[in-house]
């Protein structure tokens, strides 16, 4: 099982170390919210280091079924889209934004777009993404 220690230093009034606090974690725990992220629109989320690597993903499944530690893998190896490595780039640069990417749906008729979301964690510097396909076509929209 993997597991994440957080760990954070406890200081006096005046800025002196008197000692660190910790607890270890497992990352199925913290990336529960992610991998078990589902909705009917062709969205999925997914969590990077502050170096780009994977820490949660569809592509990966849940945590909770791997058998094998993680291994540092690069986001660029599972989102393969055309120009994502810009996205990368903001991804890990820019505290929080929104980014798209545009390409032929699979049959050519249409223009998909590929949205991004996403914003830092402060306490930990990972960041949380969010990804929604927009392939042209009508959506409902909610009312009160």
Same mark, same amino acid.
Not at 3 to 8: G, I, M, Y
Not at 50 to 77: A, Q
Not at 112 to 121: A, G, R, V
């Given at each position: 099982?993997?597991?994440? @220690?957080?760990?954070?230093?406890?200081?006096?009034?005046?800025?002196?170390?008197?000692?660190?606090? $910790?607890? =270890?974690?497992?990352l199925? &725990?913290?990336?529960?919210?992610? +991998?078990?992220? &589902?909705?009917p629109?062709? /969205?999925?989320?997914?969590?990077?280091?502050?170096? !780009? &690597?994977?820490?949660?993903?569809?592509?990966? $499944?849940?945590? *909770? +079924?791997?058998? %094998?530690? %993680?291994?540092?893998? =690069?986001?660029? %190896?599972?989102?393969?889209v055309?120009?994502?490595? @810009?996205?990368?780039?903001?991804?890990?640069n820019?505290? /929080? $934004?929104?980014?798209?990417? +545009? *390409? &032929?749906?699979e049959? $050519?008729?249409?223009?998909d777009?590929?949205?991004? #979301? #996403?914003?830092?964690?402060? @306490?930990? !510097?990972?960041?949380?993404?969010?990804?929604? %396909?927009? @392939? !042209?076509?009508?959506?409902?929209?909610l009312?009160?």
């Amino acid at each position: 099982e993997t597991v994440v @220690s957080l760990t954070r230093s406890v200081h006096t009034d005046e800025g002196k170390i008197v000692g660190v606090i $910790g607890i =270890d974690v497992p990352l199925a &725990n913290l990336l529960e919210d992610i +991998t078990h992220f &589902n909705s009917p629109a062709q /969205s999925y989320a997914f969590a990077i280091d502050s170096r !780009g &690597n994977v820490l949660g993903h569809p592509k990966l $499944g849940r945590p *909770e +079924t791997w058998t %094998l530690p %993680l291994i540092p893998t =690069d986001i660029t %190896l599972l989102e393969q889209v055309p120009g994502f490595s @810009s996205v990368r780039d903001d991804l890990i640069n820019l505290s /929080s $934004g929104h980014r798209y990417l +545009t *390409e &032929n749906s699979e049959d $050519g008729s249409r223009k998909d777009e590929l949205h991004y #979301w #996403w914003c830092h964690s402060l @306490s930990c !510097g990972w960041v949380f993404v969010v990804a929604w %396909l927009d @392939s !042209g076509l009508p959506h409902k929209r909610l009312s009160r």
